[in-house]
Every structure is written in structure tokens, then in C-alpha cells.
């Protein structure tokens, strides 16, 4: 008799466990992959990646969070970093490459103090201390920008289209860019106020980039409703309506029995006098232009055309809010309660054909509080790729002008942190030393991918960038075209402070959290497990049998 105990199972069948080492080992080399897909796109010289999905369709681009979105990425670890991206987006709008690789580079240190048994709690406590002294360096060394300071901005906005598809043209983008932003800040007791969905940003194929242009006003996607329309109203008195200019059908089914045809028109007749009545409504007030964010029923088309009205339909409610921005029009939901004081203001207002479609301008407004970016390029994929590029620097200067502080770029602030936090390794004693080194280390890896990308040899660039910071010269940065060292903030490379910021409280908090998992426990959607799945000594004989 061998008193062999029957196997227990707390899981059910088909579920895959990897545990200890094993289950840190794969989630750090998850999302170092993650990290390494998007490294070569960071920087100048960074390249782009091609994308195609399932149906085919191409997308070519260096955007870091556009590229891991597009990728669809499954592991659970991956996911994780792909988040850091996401958040990197909402709240700068920009640095999401940087983000994501320092993120990859922390896992990677830190894969090498578990190797040394140094554990992984003592290893999140170092980096956590990391992180927060790394915030108050880079508060300490950020510079004072103002809206009054427009080289500076400019330069934000330039530096955050190099390397992107836009980059040819970035002096006239970056100039519309700050003309638009500025267009839509408010000011609050407790600073600036910037919305940058306020800034509508509308690409078409067709022309060159050289032809994009700032619009004082919102552009839409749509044409007029009826082709007797006047195409162009100057000095337009806007109407924006939140309601069907239609006749409204009954709730519940409702049949009408007629029995003669005298019925049958004064049925007819009611309808067209309700719709009459309407567009008198509307066409009493002075209103010279339509937007509707319902339908537009075709005899109200008519009337409307007859007297000379401008009417478009189905706007977007984005577009909608955006128009009462810009002209100043109240948003009306119930038709019988527009007045002339609802009215905005446009100085033209024009149905144009952009490409091989129709688009309706709203220009000349007075002191808009939406503006329209038009964005025009040779492809498709240019034009897309430039609305990236255009949408990363307006994210750049908003934030620039919200947290009133900016850095250089060129690796010049990681390389200022990575020595500052070296010292205060030093102060330190106890294994959360390692750590701290780690993470410092890990954040050079910026300043090393921008040599790689570069072709440079990136041993030497980093010893010639740390001698150049120990001489105290905190914007010493690389240049990639000439392989030398340079001031970045002479040369122009700015960037604003929340871009670094963010890219490490965001980097160090996932990888942190990665650290901390020790165990995966993945359930199986389909049952039973694989043949590798089986549980260990097969099925498990019955206690007590030879």
C-alpha cells in the first residue's frame, strides 16, 4: 500500500498558472517587447512603422500611441504598458514613445536586480523614492514660459514635429498652431483654462501642406441642404438649432381615415402650414444661416431656400458646440424660443469644394472661442500622418501654457535627473540603493535611443553628455545630425515640463505594479487545457490502490 495522496485542484480545467520568477520573468519580457516595438520611432531620426490590419487597411506612422493601438495587443503585461501610452495621450498629448520605452528600460533593470535576489518589494520601494525625487528635480530645473513668449512656444511646437511626418513644413504648422491655441485661452482666477478640443483639427487630401490654413471659425464636413441655396451668405446671422425642423409623427400608431380628398388636403395643407410656420420662426428673427443638429424635412428645405436662408443638417454635436463657441450663437432646443439675441455672428459663412467634396466654412468670426485647423497634404497618409504630428504640438503648447514651464529637449533633462539621482543614491543606505541606480539608469535610456536612431555610438555620446552635465551644464543635449553635443536650449528644443513629468510617474507606477505580481492565473474560455496542461501525475490514481 503506498499512501499517495490524491492531487487537489482549486482551478478548473484548462486554466494556465505560471508562478514565482517564472510568472515575473514573462510579464517583464512582455513589456519589454512593447517597448522595443516602438523604441527605433523615438527622436528625429526615429522611423516610422507600417501597420495593416485585418481588412487591409495601412496606417504609416511614429506616433507611439497610434502604432500600439493599431497593434492589438493581447498579453495581459503588454496591455498594461500600452495604458501608460493612453494616459501619456490624454494628459499631455505627446511623449508617449518616451513613455513607454522608459517604462521597458525600468522592467529591465529591475529583471536584473531580481537575478541578484534583491526582492521585488525592496526593488518597487526604490523606484517609487526614485520617481518622486525625479519629480522634484525636473520641477526644479523647468524654465518659466508665459503666452507672451511666442519664440518659446513655437519653438515647443516645432520640437514636437520633428521626426513626424509634418516636419518639412513645421515653421508655417507651428505658427498656425500658436495662433489657434492662443485663439482659445481663457483665463481663470486659477490660471489658463485651455480646451484644446476646441481646436477642430480637419485633414483633406489635395494641394500641398504649404496650403493648410488657420480658419477664425469652425469648418464642417457637410453641404448645404438645398441646392437654391445662396453658396455664400457675407455678414451671416447664425441660428443653431437643437431640434428636428420637421413634422413631429404621433407616439403611438395613429391612423387617419379620410373619406374624401378635401380632407385628404387640408391633412396636406396642415403639414406644410406647421413647417411654414417654422421657418417664419426661424427667418423672423434675422437669421440668415441654419445649423441644425436634427433633420431638416424637405419642404422646410424648400421655404428656407425661398427666402434665401443657408441651412445645413446633422451637424455633430462636437461641431455644434464648437459653432456656438466661434460665433457666439446660444444652442436652441426649442424652436418657438429663438430670438434675435440667440444669434451668433460669422463674417462669411460659404459652402467650398475641398478635394472632391463639399465643406461648409464659417470664417471672420468675432473673438472666436473654437478655431479650425484645415490641414491639406499629397495622400491620404501624409494628411493623417500630419494631424498627428499637428495634434501632438497643439497638446505640446496647451500644456506648456498650463503649467507655465518648459524644459529642453535632446535627452538634456533624463541625463540632469539620471545625475541628480545618482547623488542621492548616494545619501542612501540599504538595498533601495540598487534601485534608485537602476532607475537612474534606466531613464539614460533616452538620450542612448536618440544616439541609436541616429546611427551614433551611444557609449560615446553618453560619457561625452555625462561630463558635460558634471561641468553643470543641465541643457546639454545631443545634437543627431552632427553626433556632437549641443545646448538644446539654444538650438531650440523645447518641450513642455508635464511631458517628462507624466512619462515617469506613468513608466515607474506600471512597472511597479508589474514588479509586484508574482503569480498569473489565466482562465481558459474553451475548457480543458492542452495536453501540456494536465495536471501533474495525470489524472491522479485513488488513494490507497498499488
Known amino acids: 500500500m503506498s499512501n499517495q495522496m490524491q492531487p487537489i485542484f482549486i482551478l478548473p480545467e484548462g486554466t494556465q498558472r505560471t508562478q514565482g520568477r517564472n510568472a515575473q520573468r514573462t510579464n517583464i519580457m512582455a513589456a519589454k517587447l512593447v517597448a522595443e516595438t516602438v523604441r527605433t520611432t523615438l527622436g528625429p531620426k526615429g522611423m516610422d ?39 501619456q495621450e490624454n494628459e499631455v498629448g505627446d511623449g508617449t514613445t518616451t513613455a513607454v520605452v522608459v517604462a521597458g528600460e525600468l522592467l529591465k533593470n529591475a529583471e536584473r536586480l531580481l537575478e541578484q535576489n534583491i526582492h521585488s518589494t525592496v526593488i518597487a520601494k526604490g523606484y517609487r523614492m526614485a520617481a518622486d525625487r525625479s519629480q522634484e528635480i525636473l520641477r526644479s530645473i523647468g524654465e518659466k514660459v508665459t503666452e507672451k513668449d511666442d519664440k518659446l512656444l513655437k519653438q515647443v511646437a516645432m ?57 477664425e ?25 437643437d431640434s428636428a425642423m420637421e413634422v413631429k409623427g404621433t407616439e403611438a400608431d395613429t391612423k387617419i381615415s379620410v373619406s374624401d380628398p378635401q380632407q385628404f388636403q387640408a391633412f396636406i395643407d ?22 441644425c443638429q436634427k433633420g431638416i424635412d424637405d419642404m422646410a428645405q424648400h421655404f428656407l431656400a425661398k427666402r434665401g436662408v443657408f441651412a445645413v443638417r446633422r451637424v455633430k454635436k462636437s461641431d455644434v458646440e464648437n459653432l456656438s463657441r ?62 498627428r504630428a499637428v495634434t501632438d504640438a497643439i497638446g505640446d503648447v496647451a500644456s506648456a501654457l498650463k503649467s507655465g ?22 545619501t542612501l543606505s540599504g538595498r533601495e540603493q540598487l534601485a534608485v541606480l537602476a532607475f537612474a539608469e534606466a531613464i539614460e535610456v533616452i538620450p542612448r535611443t536618440l544616439a541609436e536612431n541616429a546611427g551614433l555610438d551611444p557609449i560615446d555620446v553618453l560619457t561625452e553628455l555625462r561630463a558635460a552635465h558634471d561641468q553643470k551644464n543641465k541643457w546639454a543635449g ?69
Open 217 to 241: 471659425g469652425v469648418v464642417l464636413d457637410k453641404e448645404k441642404v438645398h441646392a437654391a441655396m445662396p453658396r455664400v451668405v457675407k455678414g451671416a446671422k447664425v441660428a443653431i438649432i
Open 478 to 546: 545631443i545634437n543627431v545630425f552632427t553626433g556632437k553635443v549641443m545646448d538644446a536650449w539654444k538650438a531650440g528644443v523645447l518641450e513642455p515640463l508635464k511631458i517628462k513629468t507624466q512619462a515617469i510617474k506613468s513608466a515607474s507606477e506600471v512597472a511597479v505594479m508589474i514588479l509586484r505580481i508574482d503569480d498569473v492565473i489565466a482562465g481558459s474560455s474553451h475548457g480543458g487545457g492542452g495536453p501540456d496542461m494536465m495536471p501533474p501525475g495525470g489524472m491522479g490514481g485513488m488513494p490507497g490502490m498499488m
Open 49 to 87: 512603422k507600417m501597420i495593416v490590419d485585418s481588412l487591409g487597411d495601412v496606417t504609416v506612422t511614429n506616433d507611439g500611441v497610434t502604432i500600439l493601438e493599431e497593434m492589438q495587443i493581447e498579453h495581459p503585461s503588454a496591455k498594461m504598458i500600452v495604458e501608460v501610452a493612453k494616459t
Open 405 to 426: 514651464s518648459i524644459v529642453a529637449g535632446a535627452g538634456a533633462p533624463e541625463m540632469e535627473v539620471a545625475r541628480q539621482l545618482k547623488k542621492f543614491a548616494d
Open 326 to 387: 466661434a460665433t457666439g450663437a446660444n444652442i436652441i432646443t426649442n424652436l418657438h424660443d429663438l430670438t434675435s439675441k440667440d444669434l451668433g455672428f460669422a463674417g462669411t459663412v460659404e459652402e467650398v469644394k475641398v478635394g472632391d467634396e463639399n465643406m461648409v466654412f464659417v470664417r471672420e468670426c468675432k473673438n472666436p472661442k473654437a478655431v479650425t485647423l484645415l490641414l491639406r497634404g499629397g495622400t491620404s497618409h501624409v494628411v493623417d500622418e500630419i494631424k
Open 270 to 291: 396642415q403639414e406644410e402650414k406647421m413647417l411654414r410656420d417654422m421657418v417664419d420662426k426661424v427667418t423672423s428673427t434675422g437669421a440668415t444661416v441654419v445649423f
Open 159 to 215: 520640437t514636437a514635429m520633428t521626426g513626424k511626418g509634418a516636419e518639412s513644413s513645421k515653421e508655417l504648422l507651428a505658427t498656425l498652431v500658436i495662433k489657434a491655441v492662443k485663439r482659445i485661452v481663457e483665463k481663470e482666477e486659477k490660471g489658463l483654462y485651455i480646451d484644446i478640443n476646441n481646436v477642430k483639427v480637419e485633414a483633406k487630401v489635395g494641394s500641398g501642406v504649404e496650403d493648410s490654413e488657420m480658419i
